[in-house]
């Protein structure tokens, strides 16, 4: 060491520097990072609002990362609604209480020695499981279905045009 003419206590020194630096480099990353997005989305509406005062009506593909948000949002809204409610859960239970219908037979038969009380509380569970399953397939199915898939939806009723529409308001 003395003839490179370093310290002792250098060496240690750099080997805890490293870690620091490369945490400190990664904030300073993300910072930038963040402050480059923001710079970025607020020419982005500068853009727009020049379109605005010039008269121009701004695309709504001006924005695709908003449109991809907020659809990835409406499908996980879904996806939460459906497997929140309906036929899925009450399979999921079902399947579930059976299994654990089964367990606790053969727990209490096998490690209990008595199969008569293990065949009672598991079979208990069992045909509770069963119960949830069976009612799973007399519910219907939640779907988005029910409306064809190109995103039209049927006119509500207030917005359709009767007979009576020419322009006058019924008084």
Same mark, same amino acid.
């Given at each position: 060491?003395?003839?490179?003419?370093?310290?002792?206590?250098?060496?240690?020194?750099m080997g805890i520097m490293v870690p620091i630096v490369?945490?400190?480099?990664?904030?300073?990353?993300?910072?930038?990072?963040?402050?480059?997005?923001?710079?970025?989305?607020?020419?982005?509406?500068?853009?727009?609002?020049? +379109?605005?005062?010039?008269?121009?009506?701004?695309?709504? !593909?001006?924005?695709?990362?908003?449109?991809?948000?907020?659809?990835?949002?409406?499908?996980?809204? !879904?996806?939460?609604?459906?497997?929140?409610?309906?036929?899925?859960?009450?399979r999921r239970v079902g399947v579930t209480l059976i299994?654990?219908?089964?367990? /606790? /037979? +053969?727990?209490?038969?096998?490690?209990?020695?008595?199969?008569? !009380?293990?065949?009672?509380?598991?079979?208990?569970?069992?045909?509770?499981? /069963?119960?949830?399953?069976?009612?799973?397939?007399? !519910?219907?199915?939640?779907?988005?279905?029910?409306?064809?898939?190109?995103?039209?939806?049927?006119?509500?009723?207030?917005?359709?045009?009767?007979?009576?529409s020419g322009g006058s308001s019924p008084a």
């Amino acid at each position: 060491m003395d003839e490179l003419n370093v310290s002792p206590l250098l060496i240690p020194l750099m080997g805890i520097m490293v870690p620091i630096v490369a945490i400190i480099g990664a904030f300073v990353f993300i910072i930038v990072k963040t402050l480059a997005r923001a710079r970025v989305r607020e020419l982005e509406i500068r853009e727009r609002i020049a +379109m605005i005062e010039r008269g121009l009506v701004p695309a709504p !593909e001006v924005d695709p990362r908003g449109f991809d948000r907020a659809m990835s949002r409406l499908e996980r809204r !879904e996806l939460r609604h459906e497997s929140r409610h309906g036929s899925s859960r009450h399979r999921r239970v079902g399947v579930t209480l059976i299994g654990v219908g089964f367990g /606790m /037979m +053969m727990l209490i038969g096998v490690a209990g020695n008595s199969v008569s !009380e293990g065949i009672g509380v598991g079979g208990f569970l069992v045909i509770l499981g /069963m119960a949830f399953l069976i009612n799973s397939f007399f !519910e219907p199915r939640s779907g988005g279905d029910s409306y064809p898939s190109s995103g039209a939806r049927p006119a509500s009723p207030s917005t359709q045009p009767g007979p009576d529409s020419g322009g006058s308001s019924p008084a």
